[in-house]
């Protein structure tokens, strides 16, 4: 399992990245995927060496440097070439650690970079997999035509579908009664890894932001079950901080509907 990030208090320079990440507009699997890098989950081969791969350490791609996150997302020749390709106007060298220049571009770049940011190193790192089990990779301005083909698709679909933006903190969150918080709690899969990442954001009924978690869980076998994941994390999370007076909103109808089915059941049973 994977360890809250739950912003809170102000005064964390992360805050702001937490919430950027979550609400921006870019599928969920791309959101995890950026979540994990920050925090130094993503299985590099040099993370890795931490957990006893004892294989060779090298860049997949260009065999020049050590993988570290940084290298493959930033550094490596491919990563220059498709964020120049893409015409993001990031930093080209890294100041710091891999979050560190994250947290920068999250404040530096416009929105429609930003989106375009996420996107384009969640595509870098599945190149880098692909490379891994197949042992095939695209070149740079495929992976940048690929990915905002994509993207552009995903919007798309988002448009035609705006009931499922509501839950999603979209224009159309519709606020909580006076003085009662909304947690909206979302899941996504990653039906390769049979892992997932679950998240939620509270609010309180002036829409204004309260915290936020985050949340890895391995050993998942669908999108229903990462979203009832979702569910009962936001209830914990709720509870444990004494947080009663809130409603819980998530887009799985069909989680939603097992839930009361499950409360119905056992009022039966009392
Ligand atoms: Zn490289």
């Not at 999250?106 to 880098?128: C, G, I, Q, T, V």
């Not at 035609?160 to 933006?165: A, D, L, T, Y």
């Amino acid at each position: 399992m994977g360890e809250f990030l739950t912003s809170t208090s102000s005064g964390n320079p992360y805050e702001i990245l937490w919430k950027k990440l979550w609400n921006t507009k870019v599928p969920g699997k791309v959101k995890i995927c950026m979540w994990k890098a920050a925090n130094n989950i993503l299985p590099t081969r040099e993370s890795l060496s931490h957990k006893g791969y004892t294989g060779p350490l090298n860049c997949l791609l260009c065999s020049e440097a050590v993988e570290t996150k940084s290298h493959v997302l930033c550094n490596c020749p491919m990563a220059q070439e498709a964020i120049g390709a893409a015409n993001i106007p990031v930093a080209s060298v890294l100041p710091g650690s891999f979050k560190e220049w994250f947290l920068r571009q999250s404040h530096h770049l416009n929105k429609d970079n930003w989106e375009k940011l996420l996107m384009l190193l969640w595509a870098l790192w599945k190149n880098r997999n692909i490379k891994l089990w197949n042992d095939t990779s695209k070149n740079a301005q495929e992976i940048v035509v690929a990915t905002f083909t994509w993207y552009a698709q995903f919007l798309q679909v988002q448009k035609i579908q705006p009931q499922n933006n509501a839950a999603k903190l979209g224009k159309n969150w519709t606020p909580p009664s006076s003085h009662q918080l909304k947690i909206s709690v979302d899941g996504a899969f990653l039906p390769s890894n049979d892992i997932g990442g679950i998240g939620g954001v509270i609010r309180r009924s002036d829409g204004s932001f309260l915290a936020t978690f985050l949340k890895c869980v391995q050993h998942v076998s669908s999108p229903k079950q990462v979203e009832l994941l979702a569910i009962r994390e936001g209830i914990e999370f709720l509870q444990q901080r004494g947080l009663q007076d809130a409603c819980l909103e998530s887009d799985c109808q069909v989680a939603i509907q097992e839930i009361e089915e499950d409360f119905d059941l056992n009022e039966n049973a009392n």
